[in-house]
């Protein structure tokens, strides 16, 4: 599966951001998906995912009540809605996919066999 993120950008603090990762190239469905973040100098680490059927999430703790991940089964799409962005948000944003044969939540990223190319979020303060 081909995954393309987008939706990256400039936002001031307190603002908002909704990324996207559109999938292509094998059943969308099939697939539990996540969002990472890396941040300069850092590891990177998972902020939400979210089960094939769509019906389970997990979120960092960082991130909780704040960021919202979605998929769009019709559009292929996986998002991730954030808002209230802080500086510390300021990373590249990969989205990626993995099978999990029970429906459930990918945390590690070992888990995850695809990934998109990522996309800059820069939140200012």
């Known amino acids: 599966v081909q995954l393309q993120a987008s939706g990256g950008g400039l936002v001031q603090a307190g603002g908002s951001l909704r990324l996207s990762c559109a999938a292509s190239g094998r059943t969308f469905t099939n697939y539990a998906m996540g969002w990472f973040r890396q941040a300069a100098g850092k590891e990177r680490e998972l902020v939400a995912a979210?089960?094939?059927?769509?019906?389970?999430?997990y979120y960092a703790d960082s991130v909780k009540g704040r960021f919202t991940i979605s998929r769009n089964k019709t559009k292929n799409t996986v998002y991730l809605q954030m808002n209230s962005l802080k500086p510390e948000d300021t990373a590249v944003y990969y989205c990626?996919?993995?099978?999990?044969?029970?429906?459930?939540?990918?945390?590690?990223?070992?888990?995850?066999?695809?990934w998109g190319q990522g996309t800059q979020v820069t939140v200012s303060s």
């Open positions: 979210i089960s094939m059927s769509g019906g389970s999430t």
């Open positions: 990626a996919a993995g099978t999990h044969y029970n429906d459930g939540i990918l945390i590690n990223a070992r888990s995850y066999n695809y």
